[in-house]
């Protein structure tokens, strides 16, 4: 792959690239924006440095790429529902995203990339690990390939979401009543490179249609410790005014929580995604 | 912590440094050795860059530490059997120390340390990740505490060896040693700390003793999989010529291998310790 643009160095021989030669707060030429977008679909999560963003330039930047997403709920900053807010500190019982998962999965259309950037980073500690999941695939057995290639999993969000969220008084989405739920393949082939990727996650997967209900654990159990392999894997280091963009239909992620009492606070802008096939 | 000869830069706020300011091929004064001493007893593993070294330096610093281990049975350069070759290339059908691990834990007496010095890698990948067993017996119950400390365990090695390097008979001191294999204790105290660590690793743990076998499956798969947990984590980078030197006694390792076909090679040096208790 060659760049006019922008430099693009791989973190892992898999998964995940740094962006330089770029500002986001800026508008990108189309040469830029092509070249961004294709080192997003060959390295699946792409990083970029010192980046001042306002919450405005954020959601702009996002825009490029697709329609916002608004979390189901997570309530944004006022006059920004399109803003999801990361934040822990001392006094933080649990922190967002400490299990391997894709963004909002139990939603029917999950969104297809997430774009964080954090203006205050722990001195040490804080990192973010990324998984393939077009790696995590290919490394099956042809048999269990086939297998799974004929399931789908069901995706929920109300033993994750009723925690962290409501229970501190927001209201669901757009006056949604019901906590997101859905069923997609286990297997998905991404709608951009055609590449086939697992896509079932710790966080929101919770039963697998037409296994029995111990079969179903067992061969999720096997799918979630394969899944977290690190052969499959980068682990990200934040500074602050970094910025990460992953794309929800081929990564996982994990955030790592080392750094208590220490505070790490940034702002999401989620892009919208397909109906996974 | 203070450092007058050396810096001391953490990569994550539990386990890992990087050493900058000193050359391993020269004699160390005695400040700079208790300093690189107290930051490999505090960080639990240390790294250094840019170390040019022969053989002969690489065993002279190792010995700063302690008596040299023999490995009883991998093969070594004419001459020199405390040096381990490390090697991964096109023809490699595995690589050494893909699955987490302690050095060479099935010895009476396993080393405290090893020494591994990388004269080529891979442009991209081949990375190595430590975990520290502080981290992974502190992030247990107290009541789980109190169950693993009355507790040993099998440590076995010809499942491990004699696939690798088959078994040649007389191996180590020209005394005929079969694989070796020991008893240690579940939780380890650390000679020089003081402090409490988990002691078996997935690769030469075997089973606990006095417990039925499900139950030591059992018991054993738990804590193989919180050991694992990112939290307790660093991941090195490596370069040509990087040193990494791990305290076997607190500090687990997993080698990467995604850098196939691509050639990543060094030897090791191991710095002999005593009984677990």
Redesign the interface.
Known sequence: MTYETIEVAALSPVIGAEVSGVDLAQPLGNQMYAEIHDALMTHQVIFFRDQELTLDQHKAFGRLFGELHIHPAAPGPEGHPEILVIHADENSKHVAGNVWHTDVSADEEPPMGSILHLHEAPKVGGDTMFASMYAAYDALSDTMKDFLGGLSACHESEHVHSRGYVSRGGKLRDGENAYPSAVHPIVRTHPVTGRKGIYVNSGFTTRIEGLAAGESRALLDFLFEHIATPEFQCRFNWQSNSVAFWDNRCVQHRSVWDYHPHVRSGHRVTVKGDRPV | MQYETIKVN?????IGAEISGVNLAKPLGNQTFAEIHKALMTHQVIFFRDQVMDWDQHKVFGRRFGELHVHPTAPSPEGHPEILTIRGDAKSKQVAGQTWHTDVSCDEEPPMGSILHLHEV?E??G?T?FASMYAAYDGLSDTMKAFLNGLQAWHESEHVHGKRYGHKGGMRDGKEILFPKALHPIVRTHPDTGRKCLYVNRNFTTRIEGLAPAESKALLGFLY?HI?T??F?C?FNWRANSVAFWDNRCAQH?A????FPQTRHGYRVTVQGDRPA
């Open positions: 953490p990569l994550s706020p539990t891979p991209i990948g990375d990740i999989q694992e990112p939290e984590h991941r997993r990467l291998w995604d850098y």
